[in-house]
Nanobody, 118 residues
Framework: QAQLVESGGGSVQAGGSLRLSCAASGLTFSSYAMGWFRQAPGKEREFVAAINWSGGSIHYADSVKGRFTISRDNAKNTVYLQMDSLKPEDTAVYYC???????????WGQGTQVTVSS
């Protein structure tokens, strides 16, 4: 069974940094596009960043461009989200996603809380 486990969340002051990690198991990691999404209290889950299987194609939500960096290490079956210049509005539960459209597979992690105080 595929499993995604996020780590690295926590509490930080505005302007600070955090690095999230998502370790994948039970799937051929290099065959999956990976993404990060977030959900703030009372809001819908929203897209944050995505990276294709090779790392050659990356996309960000406008709200995080220039502040967040997504990367992956296929040898370690891990995707990262480096978050810099954090703002209180970045406070949310962050979820890791693995998607293979050809195989119609879509997996989610359990989420990790990020809290940014002003």
């Amino acid at each position: 069974q595929a499993q995604l486990v996020e780590s690295g969340g926590g509490s930080v002051q505005a302007g600070g940094s955090l690095r999230l990690s998502c370790a994948a198991s039970g799937l051929t990691f290099s065959s999956y596009a990976m993404g990060w999404f977030r959900q703030a209290p009372g809001k819908e889950r929203e897209f944050v960043a995505a990276i294709n299987w090779s790392g050659g194609s990356i996309h960000y939500a406008d709200s995080v461009k220039g502040r967040f960096t997504i990367s992956r290490d296929n040898a370690k079956n891990t995707v990262y989200l480096q978050m810099d210049s954090l703002k209180p509005e970045d406070t949310a539960v962050y979820y890791c996603n693995a998607k293979n459209s050809l195989m119609n597979n879509d997996y989610w992690g359990q989420g990790t809380q990020v809290t940014v105080s002003s």
